[in-house]
């Protein structure tokens, strides 16, 4: 160990998540210099210097490897790489976040800048409209004064219902004429021009004539209009104004449209600054019909191609024919190459669907029954699982991420025949482990058909034990004594339907049996446990618990929801147990979304169509079926269906007992496990 290098100063990272991995590092690389490290762990004195002051992330696998050198604990080492890799992963999260942001601001203000610029546009347009109506409103009040005076004079008076202003009203300049802002309107001049025409027409007798045709109403005689009335103006007194009805409407509709579009355009500006900028991938594609070479070149453009060869016209469709016959062979082996991998090693998880919420627990009197909600059929395949005893609970978490890519595996060296399971179905290990035994479904009778084994699962995919030894799978062929190797040693196996699947030895890799081939294919990441059954097959994640369903293709697993418990799985639904034991839930088959049928539980059982839940406040065993909980007997070590009949093995393993569903039969003295296939 060299000596210690200079103290360093505070974190420099630009996230505070950095500078917690920054410190993290300082912590298990305390008393190290950087030329030290540098010299066990390669990367250079500068970068190292860098990593332990926040300035750089480190790589995960460097974290890793200074991890594990720290802690000789097996489960220390375990819980340290586990907060290694969450205070990357948080360091990375923020770098990223940080980044999209900057982009995200630029984005943002590069799309505001056509609507500010819009904005500007409209304002100044409905600055322009606002002072031509002030222009004409100038205008208007002059006409109006003019077309006063002329009636004056003519001895009619002021016009109808109207009063001068009382202040001189101002006088429009040549820059604020209507004419001068808007070529659309009527200039001064000309108006004026009209009212003089119309003063000379009322001083004349011919006007006089006209007026006096229309005889005077009630009112008039009266000396003016009623209190209340309207501004009421004959058609013949106001020709210069009513000549100005046409060129104001578009004025006032163009000064609506400009008030009523500014909100507009705040609003959406608004609206695209507060809004996340969102970052898209894209890919470029090329047209169907595109005459470019490669893979992708159509029929048509071949065509094309072939149209400017010098070939002879019969010779030109032989060619063309062999192309498309290449084509289509093309195409045939294209389909066959293996799906890409729908994940990368970098997620954590086969499928991430978003935080997913914890199954809320049910509180319960102890000793109470569970809590029957609405009942749903289910069914299951039984012994999916090693039954070495009471159902075993999620493993402890492993320093891996549930995210690999598609890799085949082959370990069997042959196809196996492995028929279904015949006969009474139920099968035992005996107490010492040397055989293996199989019920005559008669009485206690009991026939050797195989052994020694450790493990023993029994389902519609066939009848499997483990060697205890090897730890090699086996398959037992139907003839007593003979089994085919199936597999090399794995940390856990189970089957959903004629389905066998396996987790690797190191808990690295999920594999599915190919019964024809005798191969293994990879389909999935590092797991803690797998659950299967009619539903389905299941894998918690070996950090954080939670449980993931397959999708049926390499890499593809849905999250179900967070951890549990314990877990079983029948013909239906998926069913878990809350991490303090409080209620029995049900998956909806929704990311997260669970329903509680039942209180507080032991463990968890499932058949094909029941489910079965251990209480320890009267340790009995009940069923949930119809959306009730029902009593059914005393809790065992282990359970299995068959039809309508359950098998349990007792808890002391010294006796297999049968319930036709009245009562307890016993068939069998003491064994080590019982499994019973359906």
Known sequence: MGKAGRRQGE??????????????????????????????????????SDYRSGAKIAPLELLERVASGRVRDDRGRAELLARARRL????CAAEEGKGQAAKGASASGEALEPMREAKRIAEARLAESERAVRSLLGVTARLQSELDDALRRSGGGTAVGWDPPTGAAPVPSARTRPGAADGELVRPSQERAVAREERDAL???????????????????????PPGAELVLRDWYLPA?????????????????????????????GVIAARETRVVSGRVVHRADDASGGPGRSPVALRRALARLPLAPGCRWCVLFMVCVGLVLGAAATALEPMPSA?????????????????????????????????????????????????????????????????????????????????????????DGRAIVQWSGADAVWVKIGGPAKDLYAGPAGVFATDPETGELRGYSGVPGAWAPVSARAAAFAMSGTQLYRLAADREAVHRWNRARGTWTRIGGPAGRLYGGGAGLFATDPVDGRIFAYGGKADVWFCAGT??????????????????????????GKAGVWSAIGG????????????????????????????????VGDAGAAYGTRGDHLYRLDRDRAAVREWDGTEWRRIGGRVRTLVVAE
């Open 563 to 588: 951890a549990g418990a314990d877990f079983a799985v029948s013909g239906d639904h998926l069913y878990g147990l809350s991490p303090e034991r409080s209620a029995v839930m049900r998956w909806s």
């Open 241 to 269: 104004t009513r000549d100005l009805e046409v060129p104001l409407i578009p004025v006032g509709a163009d000064v609506g449209v400009g008030r009523t579009g500014l909100p507009r355009l705040r609003t959406t500006a």
């Open 203 to 225: 001083a004349s007798p011919a006007a006089g004539e006209r007026c006096g045709d229309q005889q005077p109403d009630a009112q008039d005689e009266a000396g003016g209009i």
């Open 88 to 91: 990357h992963a948080a360091a």
């Open 11 to 48: 974190p420099k990272g630009e996230t505070a998540e950095a500078n917690a991995l920054a410190v993290f590092l300082r912590n298990i690389t305390q008393g190290r210099t950087v030329r030290d490290l540098a010299k066990s762990y390669g990367a250079g004195r500068t970068s190292w």
């Open 600 to 631: 507080p539980a032991g463990d968890l059982f499932a058949g094909r169509s029941d489910l079965y839940a251990t209480n320890d406040a009267d340790g009995g065993l009940w069923r949930y079926r119809a959306g009730g909980w029902s009593r």
């Open 343 to 431: 994940l990368r090693a970098g997620s954590g998880a086969p499928y991430r669907s978003g935080r997913v919420p914890q199954m809320a627990p049910q509180k319960r009197a102890i000793g109470s029954s569970p809590r029957p909600p609405v009942a749903t059929p289910s069914r299951l395949p039984p012994g999916t699982a090693p039954s070495s005893g009471a159902p075993v609970h999620p493993s402890t978490p492993a320093p891996s991420r549930f995210a690999p890519e598609a890799m085949p595996s082959s370990t069997a060296p042959r196809p196996a025949e492995i028929p279904a399971p015949s006969g009474s179905g139920v099968y035992a290990v005996a107490e």
